[in-house]
């Protein structure tokens, strides 16, 4: 079964530090990757998408895929309070040309 | 450019009734989703249009949910009888193609009692 893994934390970090967040997947195949950022009771938000092997920078925020092991990962910058929600990864299965696979989430919480 | 629009945003019904949900995609976004979220878990596919036609519906109960996208623009879900457990969040999300970056609507938030 095709599957993407997300800590659900919650990860806890320091106001202006860097959070890193972490997702791991198991279809080598897969070539297109996502992270969405998700307040309490509000629907998911792009962040960044990736496709290729290596660093994605867009102002705070670098999304980082390595497909050799199969992990792609996002971090934060100077991460602020409002950075606060929970973070899903989506990627899609490798041999379908069409399907996401969601991650739970990893919920991040930045402490002033 | 106006985002995913849904309605309604709330809604409440008694088990074994009948509810329905309604999208409008972003303009020129030819792919259209319908999730289930659950609290704590990420999001489940329903239902994947591409323009009017079903691309995958594989997770679809479709002994009591059904889905149409008239026209290959608005989309209305469809849950005739509400079960407990179907109370969720259900979203729509479009995109200009497959594996493209999906965008969310606000979502509906389902109660089921």
């Known amino acids: 079964q095709k599957e993407v893994e997300q800590n659900s934390g919650p990860l806890s970090v320091p106001e202006g530090a860097i959070a890193s967040l972490n997702c791991t997947y198991s279809?080598?195949?897969?070539?297109?990757f996502f992270w969405y950022r998700q307040y309490s009771g509000k629907s998911p938000e792009l962040i960044m998408s990736?496709?290729s092997n290596g660093d994605k920078e867009d102002g705070r925020f670098t999304a980082q895929l390595n497909k050799a092991s199969q992990y792609v990962s996002l971090l934060i910058r100077d991460s602020q309070p409002s950075d606060s929600a929970t973070y899903l990864c989506?990627?899609?299965?490798?041999?379908?040309?069409?399907?996401?696979?969601w991650g739970a989430g990893t919920k991040l919480i930045i402490k002033p | 450019e106006a985002g995913v629009a849904q309605s309604p945003r709330y809604k409440i019904i008694e088990k074994r009734q009948s509810v329905a949900f309604w999208c409008n995609p972003i303009?020129?976004?030819?792919?259209l989703y319908w999730y289930q979220q659950i609290l704590g878990q990420g999001p489940k596919l329903l239902i994947q249009?591409?323009?009017?036609?079903?691309?995958?519906d594989s997770q679809l109960p479709k002994d009591r949910f059904s889905a149409e996208r008239l026209k290959g623009v608005d989309s209305t879900l469809k849950i005739q009888p509400a079960k407990l457990e179907d109370s969720a969040v259900y979203l729509c999300?479009?995109?200009?193609?497959?594996?493209?970056?999906?965008?969310f609507g606000p979502g509906t938030r389902l109660t089921v009692t």
């Open positions: 999300a479009s995109s200009f193609g497959v594996l493209r970056e999906q965008y």
């Open positions: 303009s020129g976004h030819a792919t």
């Open positions: 249009f591409q323009n009017n036609g079903v691309v995958d």
């Open positions: 279809d080598r195949g897969s070539q297109s």
């Open positions: 990736i496709y």
């Open positions: 989506a990627v899609n299965i490798g041999d379908s040309n069409y399907q996401l696979i």
